[in-house]
């Protein structure tokens, strides 16, 4: 039969409504775009496949086309996948799949074809977003290349959890924040308005993500009395602690969903079992200027009413010695969390919130950036530690620290920094004269050491908070253990 006679047969099988005859007729005289309309028409999608495989890039790129629209229509992604592949249009398929919110093959995909990667990870972005997937979302924008939208994320993220009382996750995502505005900061030493704008946003959410993480222990404290009980001492101890470490961070700063009145309770509280009877009462002062729920207001005035009959004092083993000027800290001080005599700020374990015997100090500028960690690794010498003579190396828990037993508590107090021959190693005499020439706690300056003292510290004493990855010149900072018979771990 000629192609005409079976062209004019399969029109006659379609108007009477004989679609298969109709498509097949079509097939064989290789009308294949009308055939494949007949198919497409009645959904018939493995037969389009059929004809898709007959078909080639070169002759049929508008029959092949026709096949990927009636595959998308239906909604069958492999099809239209196979007909893209077919065209060899890799533009195309990574639209498909984005189309079809086929992630895991798209981000396959640009790894093959990376030049594509900016187009997947916007919309990826945006349906983790749809899709309450914000953690996964904040990563997806910044690959796409939008800090600004993960940023958004983040705080909404950051307002979301401190609403809802999450006030862990709130920790973690204002410490994100934090380290998000860092990472925008072009120049650290030399901020243009733009850098110290973002420096100062680092600094609020970095004070805000530590205020959250110990608001938590006192939140708990209330709101989940159980938790404690079950947990005893120890949690009590973090809580009192944490109450601490808030009522000298937190000042007169207002931030949303912390309640001044669980601080100044938990303080109380719990001041009073561990005997801390000055920060109890300062508490239950405060606690009187802050409205109080009338079924709290008894009970806090009867406990105020007790502690008065206790000693106007704090149970010295809860009193922060500072580990740089040896200073005893009152329990409280309102204008934040160091040392009131040298400025020292105390630095506290975020798990329980214990001071930490950690005395920081700087390189001085002379000493390149690279040079310092090498410096510090390098064991010091038989006479390293001591200034005027060779001794041997020190063992750890001579650094003139005296562990004293009080009960059961117990308590680390410096009586002098030397080392086994009674003399001071170099880095305690370059901190008491860098002490001599403080004039107020204002003035507080990290201690600047220089290459001799640096070699003679032991790189296991020393910690370094370094968040250059985040902000290439940022300044790390360095710290030393002073008491090296408490281990740290970070
Ligand atoms: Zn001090």
Known sequence: MSEDLLLSQAQHEEDNGNWKEAANLYTKCKHFKEAIDV???????????????????????????????????????????????????????VGLHIEFHQWGEALQQIKTTPQFADRVYLPYADWLADNDKFDQAQEAYKKAKKPELALRIVEFLTKNSVIEKRFRDAAKYFFILACEYLRLVKDSENPDKEDAKNLKKYEENSTKAEI???????????????H??????????TIFNASRFLVNSIGSLSLPGINKVYIYYALSLLGSKFEAYRAARYGYEKLQTLKISPEWQEEIDLASLKVRCKPFSDKESHQPVCNRCMNINSIINQNGDYCTACGHPFVRNFIGFDTLPLVEFTPENRIPKAKVIDLLKEEPDDDGRSMNKPSPKKQPSADGWKEDIYGEEQMLRFDQPTNDDGENDMFTIRMLEWLETQITADSYRPIEVDEQILKSLRYSEIFVVDLTHVCPNYPIRYFRNVIPDVSIGL
């Open 39 to 93: 198919y497409g028409k009645k959904g018939v999608l493995d037969s389009i496949l059929n004809i898709l495989k007959i078909l080639n890039k070169e002759q049929h790129t508008e029959e092949i086309n026709l096949c990927i629209k009636y595959f998308k229509e239906m909604n069958h992604h492999s099809y239209a996948k196979q007909a893209i592949l077919k065209l060899g249009d890799i533009k195309s398929l």
């Open 212 to 226: 959250y993480h110990a608001y938590n222990y006192v939140h708990r404290l209330i709101e989940d009395p159980y």
């Open 228 to 237: 404690s009980m079950v947990h005893g001492a120890l949690i009590n101890e």
